[in-house]
């Protein structure tokens, strides 16, 4: 059974930082496109970023969050991490992490994962 776990979520004033993490059990994530959504309260959940690990360890990000939040991964520990600096109060929402194991050359719709976490709220302050 696939699980991921999310954590690392909190209350930041704004311009601060805060990693999230993501642990995955049931799967090595290394042969999977990992991704990071948001959903706000009343909004549809929407793309963050993800990574092909089975192609390369390059990242794509929203242009919300380009140049602030970093994804990375560690197969050793089979955890994906979403480094967000220069938080926004925007950026509040709960923050799901998601698997596929399904092959595209992009993964921004939510559709496109079949294993996804239980979320992480982040509140980001003025």
């Known amino acids: 059974q696939v699980q991921l776990v999310e954590s690392g979520g909190g209350s930041v004033q704004a311009g601060g930082s805060l990693r999230l993490s993501c642990a995955a059990s049931?799967?090595?994530?290394?042969?999977?496109?990992m991704g990071w959504f948001r959903q706000a309260p009343g909004k549809e959940r929407e793309f963050v970023a993800f990574i092909r690990f089975w192609s390369s360890d390059i990242a794509y990000y929203a242009d919300s969050v380009k140049g602030r939040f970093t994804l990375s991964g560690d197969n050793a520990k089979n955890t994906v991490y979403l480094q967000m600096n220069s938080l926004k109060p925007e950026d509040t929402a709960v923050y799901y992490c998601?698997?596929?194991?399904?092959?595209?050359?992009?993964?921004?719709?939510?559709?496109?994962?079949?294993?996804w976490g239980q979320g992480t709220q982040v509140t980001v302050s003025s």
């Open positions: 998601a698997a596929s194991k399904r092959i595209y050359s992009t993964y921004y719709q939510p559709n496109q994962y079949d294993y």
């Open positions: 049931g799967r090595t994530f290394s042969s999977d496109a």
